[in-house]
Every structure is written in C-alpha cells, then in structure tokens.
C-alpha cells in the first residue's frame, strides 16, 4: 500500500509538471530537496513544495525562470557572477542544485556601487585599474564575507551613442576574482538598447524591448536574494514611454512590477532587513501611483532601506514613512573626466556593514583614498578653475566652507582654531541649478570641483556638453564664520557612530590634486 501511495504521488507530481510551461526541482549538492525556495520568472512567483518541487505557466514576456537564493546557501557563481537563473528555451524542464554554507551569515558586508557607466575601451581602463584593485583590497581587508552590489548605468548608451557592446567586457571586469566579492546588477537608463525595433508579442512596451540586451548580459531584471537576516530586492524603475527617443523615459514601476515585488515580499518574515536597490532614486518620482505602492510594500517591513544611483551626487533622503534612501555617487564621478562627482563627492562606493539585521555601520569610499577621507574645506574668498573659467566664492577671507559627503542629520562638524574649539559649522541649504550657474552668497555647490570640470577640463563650458550635469546640488556644504580670519584652522566631522574625521589643509586656490584623474596610457590590450 504505501509503494502504490508514493507511486500515485510520483505520478500526481508528473502530470501537474506536464500541466505548465515551467517546472523543476531544487535540491542540495547531497541531493536533498530544498523546500520554501521562491521561484520566478518575473512575473510569477510561486515557493517549493517539500519534496522541492514547483511548476507555473511561463509568462509571454519572460526570458529567465530564477530563484530567490535562500540564506543558507552559498551563491553560485558562472564566469565570476552570480548564477541563480536559467534561460527559458523550449524545455519546460529547469532543475537547480545548492549548495549549502558552513554556516549562515549572519554579518557581512555590502558594497554599493552606483553608475560605473562606461562609455569607452579608456574608461573599461579606469574602472580596471582604479575601481576593482580597490575594492578587491576592501574585501580582502574585511573580516566578513563581501558582497556587490551595482545599482545600474554599467555602460553610457545614450541613443546613437552605443556602449552595450561594452556590456561583456565589463561583465568580465566585474567578475568575482577582480572585485574579490560577487556582484549582482541593477539596470539603469543607459543600460539600455536604443536600436529602433518593432515591438512584438514577447516585447510588448518599449521598456521590456529596451532591457533585453541588459538581460543576455547579466540576467534577470526583477530579482532577489537573501544573506543572513537580510532580504535584498533589484528592480528595473525606469519606464520608457517612446521606444526610438531615448529621453522618453521617467522613473516608475509598471502594475506588472508592483505585482511581483507583493507576490516576492508575501515570503519574507517581516523582521528581517529588506534592502531594496533601483537605479533611479525613488525619492524623485515618490508621487507616482505605483511608486506609492511600492513605498506601502516596503514600509510594512519595519527595518528597510532603498539604494539608488542615478543623480552623480551624494544624498541621505528619509521618506514620509520613515524609510531612508542612500543615493550614491557615482564610481565614474563625472563621467571619468576627473576623480570626483558634481557635488565634490570622490569617485567610489557605499560599504554597508550588516551585523543580524540591522545596518551596523555605513561609510562612502572614495576610490584611492582612505576609508577616512570624508570632507574638503574651501577658503570663502578662494578662486578656483582653469583656462576656460575662474569662479570665486564670495563668502570672505573669515568664512569657511567644508564638504563633508557622508554627512547626515546625526553628524556633528566641529571648528577648531589655533587648536581651540571655535563652535559649530551649518549646514547651507541646496541650491538648485538655475542655468547659468556662477558663485553666489546662496549657492551651497562644490566651486571647487565645479572649477576643475568646467574650467580645467572644459565641460559644462565648451560647446557640447550640459553645463548642469558639472553644477551638481550639493547636499552636505556647511559654512562657518571665523573668529580669527589668520587663525590655523582645523575642521573635525563626526559621525552618528561618533568617529571623527579631520581636515586641517583649508583650500584657497585651484589646486586640483585630488580632483584630477591619474596619467596613463591605454596599452595595445585595450
């Protein structure tokens, strides 16, 4: 009686998989099956059964089925990247095999990495000599395990402007023996196809076409994975409204998209730490219907934070509902003209420590610097720039103005003269770009690093180029007002975590050492 039973059972599992378009098993590397694994093809989402069992009807749209790679198994890799997905084809049999951790993770730490967008085989370089060395040195420094994260424009397409040839090159650059940690991708808006194609049955809008190459490179667009305590979403939020005109896009998320992240979150115990990674920071398009939605979504999850990219400036932005949003600079800072973003931030990366689920410790690195490098203070009287342009602040000889990138509302910036403690620096209030942009007693921009792209290097000023994507808001300048303009000056910032960060060199000239961007030559390899 019981051979007949597990023969009905075998037979009962074997018509509802010939029932669907998609079916399979997951099982350990001993081969034990896997139960509660949650399975997707970007629309569905379904978990497995005990015997680790699931089967759905593939979506018209879908190009991959995946999994949500459970915590306690290690992340497998392929070529260097994660591979927790397979590519549909006219099988409807996807099995998958895990293999199981020592033990589960519980700290760890998150790389962030915001806009590498590389445009040529010269920033493939930089990225290659600059971007990966240093954070493979910050992973092998780390006494827990790493892990990457890129929140979207790997390359710089921009209509006839075509780098998704660049796509593989980068893939291999991002490998885990480059970074010394897996990566897993975010989609950005210049990741995206731009070839004007008629859509069809399986590409239904303009954005679904428009990611497809992103896709064949790096996979899946909507997905997530689990580390410890954590719960870590990507998401595509950029929605394009004309498939042949590539400014026709905003951020978003389709009902399609909101529907998965519900049907993807409905597995998560909801005191786990839910991360949720786009390209486009939320907080810009945070009206949105659906971005409402999205927004409830996330907010039932007490301990949650949104990472985004997009904007090449540094921002901590906290949400109506309390969840905070980190908006990193961008690792190609000004598109790889120099060393530093618009805003002054240096070109780098987010390290998010995580210890259970709570975010233990956060600070941004700026690439070839120490984890210690946090601010830049500016003589209020100082001139800066180059040939093509020369702002001067107009605060005075007796003001000083100091950049601290990571500060929030928690942080505390502290002046010291001739060794005293002076008082309290203020944090100036963001000024946003007016058109044309020059010094003023209400601009809280970084002149410094405004004065290095726009009159050193020319952009923002020749012909061109968008003078707005050189005149960044800034949203960390603080201002202070001396007690004694010939006083020996030095600046202490600290942090909510209470360590401190000094700068005791006032920049009072254009002296572009930190900004400008290490002399090379590409090698015939390249």
Same mark, same amino acid.
């Given at each position: 009686?019981?051979?007949?039973?597990?023969?009905?059972?075998?037979?009962?599992?074997?018509?509802?998989?010939?029932?669907?378009?998609?079916?399979?098993?997951?099982?350990?590397?001993?081969?034990?099956?896997?139960?509660?694994?949650?399975?997707?093809?970007?629309?569905?989402?379904?978990?497995?059964?005990?015997?680790?069992?699931?089967?759905?009807?593939?979506? =018209?749209?879908?190009?991959?089925?995946?999994?949500?790679?459970?915590?306690?198994?290690?992340?497998?890799?392929?070529?260097?990247?994660?591979?927790?997905?397979?590519?549909?084809?006219?099988?409807?049999?996807?099995?998958?095999?895990?293999? =199981?951790?020592?033990?589960?993770?519980?700290?760890?730490?998150?790389?962030?990495?915001?806009?590498?967008?590389?445009?040529?085989?010269?920033?493939?370089?930089?990225?290659?000599?600059?971007?990966?060395?240093?954070?493979?040195?910050?992973?092998?420094?780390?006494?827990?395990?790493?892990?990457?994260?890129?929140?979207?424009?790997?390359?710089?397409?921009?209509?006839?402007?075509?780098?998704?040839?660049?796509?593989?090159?980068?893939?291999?650059?991002?490998?885990?023996?480059?970074?010394?940690?897996?990566?897993?991708?975010?989609?950005?808006?210049?990741?995206?196809?731009?070839?004007?194609?008629?859509?069809?049955?399986?590409? /239904?809008?303009?954005?679904?076409?428009?990611?497809?190459?992103?896709?064949?490179?790096?996979?899946?667009?909507?997905?997530?994975?689990?580390?410890?305590?954590?719960?870590?979403?990507?998401?595509?939020?950029?929605?394009?409204?004309?498939? /042949?005109?590539?400014?026709?896009?905003?951020?978003?998320?389709?009902?399609?998209?909101?529907?998965?992240?519900?049907?993807?979150?409905?597995?998560?115990?909801?005191?786990?730490?839910?991360?949720?990674?786009?390209?486009?920071?939320?907080?810009?398009?945070?009206?949105?219907?659906?971005?409402?939605?999205?927004?409830?979504?996330?907010?039932?999850?007490?301990?949650?934070?949104?990472?985004?990219?997009?904007?090449?400036?540094?921002?901590?932005?906290?949400?109506?509902?309390?969840?905070?949003?980190?908006?990193?600079?961008?690792?190609?800072?000004?598109?790889?003209?120099?060393?530093?973003?618009?805003?002054?931030?240096?070109?780098?990366?987010?390290?998010?420590?995580?210890?259970?689920?709570?975010?233990?410790?956060?600070?941004?690195?700026?690439?070839?610097?120490?984890?210690?490098?946090?601010?830049?203070?500016?003589?209020?009287?100082?001139?800066?720039?180059?040939?093509?342009?020369?702002?001067?602040?107009?605060?005075?000889?007796?003001?000083?103005?100091?950049?601290?990138?990571?500060?929030?509302?928690?942080?505390?910036?502290?002046?010291?003269?001739?060794?005293?403690?002076?008082?309290?620096?203020?944090?100036?209030?963001?000024?946003?770009?007016?058109?044309?942009?020059?010094?003023?007693?209400?601009?809280?921009?970084?002149?410094?690093?405004?004065?290095?792209? /726009?009159?050193?290097?020319?952009?923002?000023?020749?012909?061109?180029?968008?003078?707005?994507?050189?005149?960044?808001?800034?949203?960390?300048?603080?201002?202070?007002?001396?007690?004694?303009?010939?006083?020996?000056?030095?600046?202490?910032?600290?942090?909510?975590?209470?360590?401190?960060?000094?700068?005791?060199?006032?920049?009072?000239?254009?002296?572009?050492?930190?900004?400008?961007?290490?002399?090379?030559?590409?090698?015939?390899?390249?």
């Amino acid at each position: 009686m019981r051979r007949f039973l597990m023969m009905l059972f075998a037979v009962g599992v074997a018509a509802t998989a010939m029932a669907h378009d998609v079916s399979g098993v997951i099982k350990t590397t001993q081969g034990e099956p896997v139960e509660g694994v949650v399975v997707s093809d970007g629309y569905t989402v379904m978990a497995t059964d005990a015997e680790g069992r699931y089967a759905f009807d593939r979506h =018209p749209e879908a190009s991959y089925v995946y999994y949500s790679l459970p915590a306690e198994y290690e992340v497998p890799l392929r070529q260097g990247h994660p591979c927790f997905y397979k590519k549909l084809t006219d099988d409807k049999v996807y099995d998958f095999v895990l293999k =199981p951790l020592k033990r589960v993770e519980k700290n760890f730490r998150l790389i962030m990495v915001a806009d590498p967008q590389c445009q040529n085989l010269r920033h493939v370089h930089r990225f290659r000599t600059e971007t990966a060395p240093d954070m493979r040195q910050t992973a092998k420094r780390s006494k827990v395990p790493c892990y990457a994260v890129s929140l979207g424009d790997i390359v710089y397409s921009e209509g006839p402007r075509n780098a998704n040839y660049l796509m593989p090159m980068i893939r291999y650059e991002m490998a885990a023996e480059n970074l010394g940690m897996p990566m897993f991708q975010t989609i950005g808006n210049h990741d995206c196809d731009y070839e004007p194609v008629a859509l069809n049955g399986r590409n /239904t809008t303009p954005t679904v076409r428009l990611q497809r190459m992103f896709e064949a490179t790096f996979g899946p667009i909507d997905y997530s994975w689990n580390r410890g305590d954590v719960h870590i979403v990507s998401m595509n939020d950029i929605v394009y409204d004309d498939i /042949t005109n590539f400014k026709k896009y905003h951020g978003d998320f389709t009902d399609k998209q909101v529907e998965w992240l519900r049907k993807d979150l409905q597995y998560v115990p909801k005191d786990k730490l839910l991360i949720f990674c786009v390209h486009i920071p939320v907080e810009h398009f945070r009206k949105s219907a659906n971005n409402k939605r999205v927004l409830d979504l996330l907010a039932e999850f007490p301990n949650c934070r949104i990472m985004s990219g997009h904007t090449h400036y540094m921002r901590h932005y906290t949400h109506k509902n309390g969840i905070v949003e980190h908006i990193m600079a961008a690792a190609s800072g000004c598109w790889w003209w120099s060393r530093n973003n618009g805003d002054g931030s240096p070109n780098g990366y987010g390290i998010f420590d995580v210890c259970g689920n709570q975010i233990a410790d956060y600070v941004y690195k700026g690439v070839g610097f120490d984890a210690d490098y946090q601010l830049r203070v500016y003589r209020g009287n100082a001139a800066f720039g180059g040939k093509h342009e020369q702002p001067t602040l107009p605060f005075g000889k007796d003001k000083i103005l100091a950049n601290v990138w990571n500060a929030t509302k928690g942080w505390k910036i502290e002046v010291y003269e001739n060794g005293k403690l002076s008082g309290q620096m203020q944090k100036m209030k963001p000024s946003p770009f007016r058109g044309d942009e020059h010094p003023s007693l209400s601009s809280s921009k970084d002149w410094w690093a405004i004065g290095y792209h /726009t009159g050193v290097v020319g952009r923002g000023h020749r012909k061109g180029s968008t003078r707005r994507n050189y005149c960044t808001p800034n949203h960390h300048m603080y201002i202070y007002t001396l007690k004694d303009a010939s006083a020996k000056v030095e600046v202490v910032a600290t942090d909510d975590r209470g360590r401190r960060y000094t700068c005791k060199d006032i920049i009072e000239g254009a002296d572009y050492t930190l900004a400008a961007p290490p002399a090379y030559e590409v090698g015939e390899v390249w």
